[in-house]
């Protein structure tokens, strides 16, 4: 059983910062991407940011230079980093992770969804 477990969301003021953790855990062979996506209400799932077990990054295009993703390996845990945030930021934020649980199976994972609200 893998689990994703997302966490860090809350409400934060225009301009501010959040810090989003998602950690995979369960019986895991090795995890490969792993990402951030958002859904706002009446909007389809977005892409935020995705990194490769080897650190290549890819960002939307509204989101570079006020968000970084990162991970640590040993942790299975990626990290989206969220800097001036804006109003239209606010959304439910997903981890998505590709994993494998052995050599010969490899799926698509998510979390929960944590939200995330930028309003004064």
């Known amino acids: 059983q893998v689990q994703l477990v997302e966490s860090g969301g809350g409400l934060v003021q225009p301009g501010g910062s959040l810090r989003l953790s998602c950690a995979a855990s369960?019986?895991?062979?090795?995890?490969?991407?792993m990402g951030w996506y958002r859904q706002a209400p009446g909007k389809q799932r977005e892409l935020v940011a995705a990194?490769?077990?080897?650190?290549?990054?890819n960002y939307a295009d509204s989101m570079k230079g006020r968000f970084a993703i990162s991970r640590d390996n040993a942790k299975n845990t990626v990290y989206l980093q969220m800097n001036s945030l804006k109003p239209e930021d606010t959304a439910v934020y997903y981890c998505?992770?590709?994993?494998?649980?052995?050599?010969?199976?490899?799926?698509?994972?998510w979390g929960q969804g944590t939200q995330v609200t930028v309003s004064s």
């Open positions: 369960g019986s895991i062979f090795k995890v490969n991407a």
């Open positions: 990194i490769t077990s080897g650190g290549i990054t």
């Open positions: 998505n992770a590709d994993l494998m649980i052995n050599w010969w199976s490899r799926s698509d994972y």
